[in-house]
């Protein structure tokens, strides 16, 4: 079971961390999540412990515990490839470069398939003004009220806000009617891949770009799926500098 670990202070190491959860050892990793640029730590740590019973133990003993002076959380996390939470947060850093460099720009339509709380759809909107728009589209209605407040907060009005239907992969948009698709975090939850990519490609225009980050599921599976289907050409690949990750931004264009 991988665990997350926050509200760590800055100074706590994973020897600290490992000491904490010394009654449910063995630990498999302990690694404190750190700035790709800067080094320094982001406030969390992950956490792999070998069975459920003792992730569920060192859950329920640990979570509120206190840790060099702070209160810390322990909860369960999705399990992670090498390097993607750390991609992830540079991500969120780096939103509107990433944006900028994909190709986002104004007047455009932008569809984010699986916005979640809106760390892209903000941005996209604000870049593609009052003449663009921005579909967020999302099958959790929490995370779509988030979105909605913060647009609401930043006096954006071009965001339209879809909660879909998990059990349905249709895309209620006209062919041909997006520059920029987002599917971010997503396509390891998605079953019938082949739907999705003929959905995603109906309503991209013939020059638009389809941006994918398949965390949980990495590049090279990814990869393999777009080559299968064959919907999709790979235009470039986008990331820091130096850094690897199992799984990083791929730009794709129609073939």
Same mark, same amino acid.
């Given at each position: 079971?991988?665990?997350?670990?926050?509200?760590?202070?800055?100074?706590?190491?994973?020897?600290?961390?490992?000491?904490?959860?010394?009654?449910?050892?063995?630990?498999?990793?302990?690694?404190? $999540?750190?700035?790709?640029?800067?080094?320094?730590?982001?406030?969390?740590?992950?956490?792999?412990?070998?069975?459920?019973?003792?992730?569920?133990?060192?859950?329920?003993?640990?979570?509120?515990?206190?840790?060099?002076?702070?209160?810390?959380?322990?909860?369960?996390?999705?399990?992670?490839?090498?390097?993607?939470?750390?991609?992830?947060?540079?991500?969120?850093?780096?939103?509107?470069?990433?944006?900028?460099?994909?190709?986002?720009?104004?007047?455009?339509?932008?569809?984010?398939?699986?916005?979640?709380?809106? $760390?892209?759809?903000?941005?996209?909107?604000?870049?593609?003004?009052?003449?663009?728009?921005?579909?967020?589209?999302?099958?959790?209605?929490?995370?779509?009220?988030?979105?909605?407040?913060?647009?609401?907060?930043?006096?954006?009005?071009?965001?339209?806000?879809?909660?879909?239907?998990?059990?349905?992969?249709? $895309?209620?948009?006209?062919?041909?009617?997006?520059?920029?698709?987002?599917?971010?975090?997503?396509?390891?939850?998605?079953?019938?891949?082949?739907?999705?990519?003929?959905?995603?490609?109906?309503?991209?225009?013939?020059?638009?770009?389809?941006?994918?980050?398949?965390?949980?599921?990495?590049?090279?599976?990814?990869?393999?799926?777009?080559?299968?289907?064959?919907?999709?050409?790979?235009?470039?690949?986008?990331?820091?500098?130096?850094?690897?990750?199992?799984?990083?931004?791929?730009?794709?264009?129609?073939?």
């Amino acid at each position: 079971m991988q665990l997350y670990v926050g509200g760590l202070s800055q100074d706590t190491t994973e020897v600290d961390i490992e000491k904490a959860f010394s009654g449910v050892h063995p630990l498999q990793l302990v690694k404190v $999540i750190r700035d790709i640029e800067s080094g320094k730590s982001r406030g969390f740590a992950i956490v792999k412990i070998p069975t459920e019973e003792k992730g569920e133990e060192a859950i329920k003993s640990l979570n509120g515990t206190i840790l060099r002076g702070k209160s810390v959380l322990v909860r369960r996390m999705p399990e992670t490839l090498p390097g993607e939470i750390e991609f992830r947060e540079w991500l969120t850093d780096h939103s509107v470069e990433v944006l900028a460099h994909i190709g986002v720009r104004e007047a455009q339509t932008v569809l984010d398939y699986g916005c979640g709380p809106g $760390i892209f759809t903000i941005p996209c909107a604000k870049m593609v003004g009052r003449r663009g728009k921005v579909y967020a589209f999302d099958v959790r209605p929490s995370l779509l009220k988030q979105l909605k407040e913060k647009a609401k907060e930043a006096a954006l009005s071009n965001i339209i806000a879809v909660l879909s239907d998990k059990s349905k992969l249709e $895309i209620d948009l006209p062919d041909r009617s997006i520059n920029i698709i987002l599917v971010y975090d997503v396509m390891h939850e998605i079953k019938d891949r082949t739907k999705l990519l003929q959905e995603l490609h109906r309503v991209l225009k013939e020059d638009g770009i389809l941006s994918v980050f398949p965390m949980h599921m990495g590049t090279d599976k990814l990869m393999d799926v777009m080559r299968e289907y064959g919907l999709f050409c790979l235009r470039d690949r986008y990331g820091p500098p130096g850094f690897k990750a199992a799984s990083q931004i791929l730009n794709f264009k129609k073939c």
